[in-house]
């Protein structure tokens, strides 16, 4: 390893959580290296970030990534524009290897990869017109007749719908379940639409187009299938922490989260975690700033604490 590939900090992730920690951590006066190729990361699929201060009216998210990307680079952040393949450890020093094979060392690491949503498991997954956000991508329906669906049935598909359903001429809800597990508060404010349809009782098996999602084959637990022609469809079923790079033995709580203490430290001392990937209540642009902020400090804490 070349002292040209040694760092203060190792941070996966060039979303909001990897960006501002990069920024900060470079502003406490520590060399960061960044993992990551898209900058933003999962911001490009918000068209318009509405609800981040200090931004009258929004910013496209692609825009907010590479403004913070820029910000952070003037800091002297170094970004390697790839993929992290592998975060080992040997010793108190962190080892990351990026896609394209070159390794950097740190003696702590912040782990800001964030989560990606379930696809359904079905052939062409992700075929054109499967969306996840409905705040994001919703607006792109606005003004078509549109006949969109939701699929899932819990608090995150009752937002999904309800926000379609202001931008839709319909908005059908499919749902394995033959209840709905969103709140009551929910419920009630989707019963209260008159263009939100439910199909209880009913999964999607397949998509049905070339390019782009023209129908749902959807098949009911009672037997019987169907076709259900559809502009678009916008998945609920959950979401998977990324965290398939982290090659070390580190504590995770349901789902796969990884847990975090009062300084957001991970079970393994020097590794810490910010945004998405971690146990958190909300999942927010905001909040992973936040997050990422506060790791840069407390990593450079743990650096003055540990050296000799």
Request: with cysteine; charged share 20%.
């Amino acid at each position: 390893m070349t002292e040209a590939n040694s760092f203060d900090i190792i941070i996966i992730g060039t979303g909001p959580a990897g960006l501002t920690a990069a920024l900060y951590g470079q502003r406490l006066g520590l060399r960061c290296v960044v993992f990551g190729d898209i900058p933003g990361g999962n911001l490009f699929m918000v068209d318009n970030l509405a609800n981040f201060p200090g931004f009258p009216g929004g910013i496209p998210g692609t825009e907010w990534g590479v403004k913070t990307f820029q910000q952070a680079q003037i800091e002297g952040a170094m970004f390697t524009m790839a993929r992290l393949e592998s975060l080992e450890q040997a010793g108190n020093t962190f080892s990351g290897t990026d896609v394209n094979g070159m390794r950097y060392s740190a003696p702590s690491a912040i782990v800001a990869s964030g989560r990606v949503p379930r696809r359904l498991p079905v052939a062409h997954s992700e075929m054109k017109g499967v969306n996840f956000c409905s705040v994001c991508d919703g607006p792109l329906f606005r003004g078509k007749n549109a006949t969109l669906a939701v699929v899932g049935s819990d608090n995150a598909a009752a937002q999904h719908a309800l926000t379609l359903s202001g931008i839709a001429d319909k908005v059908i809800v499919v749902y394995r379940s033959h209840e709905l597990i969103m709140d009551a508060a929910h419920r009630e404010r989707i019963a209260s639409q008159d263009n939100i349809d439910l199909m209880p009782g009913t999964e999607v098996t397949g998509y049905v187009g070339l390019d782009l999602v023209e129908a749902l084959e959807i098949a009911a637990s009672s037997g019987g299938t169907e076709t259900l022609s559809v502009d678009g469809v916008f998945l609920a079923i959950g979401w998977t922490p990324n965290t398939e790079m982290i090659k070390l033995p580190v504590e995770t709580i349901d789902g796969g989260y990884l847990k975090t203490d009062g300084k957001l430290m991970t079970s393994i001392p020097g590794m810490f975690a910010a945004g998405d990937v971690r146990d958190t209540d909300l999942y927010q642009v905001l909040t992973g700033c936040a997050d990422g902020a506060r790791c840069a400090l407390y990593a450079s804490e743990f650096i003055k604490r540990s050296l000799p």
